[in-house]
């Protein structure tokens, strides 16, 4: 495996690491949810919801630090679950990751292509979906450096997008900036002017369940780490930084959301950010965010698209699928994990038109489960990893030790456990359990059938 390893591209550094995460994090998660919610749960109920999902990505990433520092590789909780928990696991984790990726490029092509037709009408949603699933494709099949800047670019401008966004926000809120024909009391007094929980504790449980796949994509440093030329410095360094930036922006966009449109107000669940801007009187408001709405899905997309591609060239680098699949371009990059990624994204997106909408929404639904299966087999993993660790091997050989273990580690699993039993209580993402266990099942069955089967041949 190692041989393997070293034929990867290993040109990433912290801010390509950053920018990755950023990539796959900053999306609808916090430009279209958290208006929803707050018409739901009350503003700070929403804030509570986003800090605890914060608070839960912060745990599950300090474990994750532990473990691509040790043993940086491409494929990340795939590969840890691989050997600190059972192969079987790691089959099952890496399936569900690239599912997750692949489904949402698929929405996210019909996404920019439906918000591009603001501008280009006569073109249809098929053509432009072509010509931006061909630059992800090539951006991502070429070089990585190409890869690279483009993520690094697309993801500043939108952060940069969202910390402007924030800035004006609050300028308003303290009537700095002259609000037109908002009635939201000001200085933070509309955050409390239906009270505390205006609707009680059940919206806000099931808040803080999406709150918590409001963060997934951070755990993409893990799968980025071994194509990282110093993992051991630049891996803590790129969590750190981006947990921060997450948390300030993703909390700092809700409040402003909360404090400049009522919980009655409908552009919370249309166009908070555009409504907001409108009122503040910039022009070309709706033009400016429509760009940003389509640099953010793009940007999802790209840095999607290299996750789930990364987690094929791991299956076929440990042989739990066909070697061919693992095949890389003269460039060190997975060339077939990346063609049925964009084939599985095509499909995905070919279910939004023609299918059933029952089968998206049960898509979409196990992409949400995936999330949090994710985090729970991350935390699983450094707990085993630790306990075999000290085995052979003193702590203080360990370049960087995640806090308070046992208990860090626990707290993730358990975290994770309940968000999961907590769906079953909210009718509307009821069917990511229904459908993401007999899924996980029927891989996991699979994978020993494979292996038995393999087994006797030998």
């Not at 590789?73 to 840890?80: I, L, P, V």
């Not at 997008?161 to 004006?168: G, H, M, S, T």
């Not at 965010?289 to 698209?305: C, E, P, R, W, Y």
């Not at 994710?374 to 990893?385: E, H, K, P, T, Y």
Request: proline share 4%; net charge positive.
């Amino acid at each position: 495996m190692a041989e393997a390893e070293t034929k990867l591209n290993h040109s990433m550094n912290t801010n390509h690491l950053i920018a990755l995460s950023l990539g796959g994090v900053i999306g609808t998660g916090i430009f279209m949810s958290p208006g929803y919610f707050i018409k739901t749960a009350g503003p700070l109920g929403t804030i509570g919801a986003y800090l605890i999902g914060a608070l839960l990505v912060t745990l599950v990433m300090m474990c994750l630090s532990e473990l691509s520092v040790y043993m940086p590789t491409t494929g990340a909780f795939h590969d840890y679950a691989t050997k600190f928990i059972n192969p079987g696991v790691g089959f099952v984790v890496a399936w569900l990751y690239w599912l997750t990726w692949t489904i949402a490029l698929g929405s996210n092509l019909l996404s920019m292509s439906i918000l591009t037709q603001r501008w280009l009408p006569s073109i249809s949603v098929w053509e432009i979906s072509l010509v931006y699933g061909a630059i992800i494709l090539v951006l991502n099949l070429f070089n990585l450096a190409w890869f690279n800047k483009s993520e690094a670019v697309t993801s500043w401008i939108k952060t940069i997008a969202l910390l402007v966004f924030i800035i004006i926000g609050l300028l308003m809120v303290f009537r700095v900036v002259p609000v037109h024909h908002l009635q939201t009391l000001p200085d933070f007094r509309e955050l409390t002017r239906q009270g505390w929980l205006p609707h009680g504790w059940g919206p806000i449980i099931a808040t803080v369940l999406t709150a918590n796949f409001a963060y997934s994509g951070t755990e993409m440093i893990g799968v980025a780490a071994g194509e990282t030329k110093n993992p051991a410095k630049m891996v803590p360094q790129a969590i750190k930084r981006t947990l921060i930036i997450l948390i300030v922006l993703f909390i700092g966009a809700i409040v402003v959301m909360g404090s400049l449109l009522a919980p009655s107000d409908k552009a919370l669940v249309t166009s908070p950010f555009v409504e907001i801007l409108n009122q503040a009187s910039i022009p070309y408001a709706a033009d400016v965010m429509n760009a940003v709405l389509i640099i953010t899905l793009f940007s999802a997309s790209n840095a999607g698209v290299y996750a789930a591609s990364r987690m094929i060239w791991s299956l076929a680098n440990q042989g739990q699928i066909a070697k061919r699949w693992g095949r890389l371009t003269k460039h060190g990059l997975p060339v077939y994990g990346l063609l049925l990624t964009m084939l599985g994204g095509a499909l995905s997106l070919l279910s939004c038109v023609y299918s059933a909408q029952a089968l998206y929404l049960a898509l979409t639904a196990l992409s949400a489960f995936a999330v949090v299966g994710v985090w729970l087999v991350i935390g699983w993993s450094q707990l085993n990893f630790r306990k075999h660790f000290l085995q052979e091997h003193s702590l203080s050989e360990l370049k960087y030790r995640a806090p308070w273990y046992p208990v860090l580690p626990w707290l993730v699993i358990i975290f994770c456990l309940v968000s999961m039993v907590g769906i079953g209580f909210d009718p509307d993402q009821r069917i990511a359990l229904i459908i993401g266990f007999p899924f996980s099942l029927i891989v996991y069955a699979y994978y020993q059938f494979r292996h038995r089967s393999s087994k006797k041949g030998n």
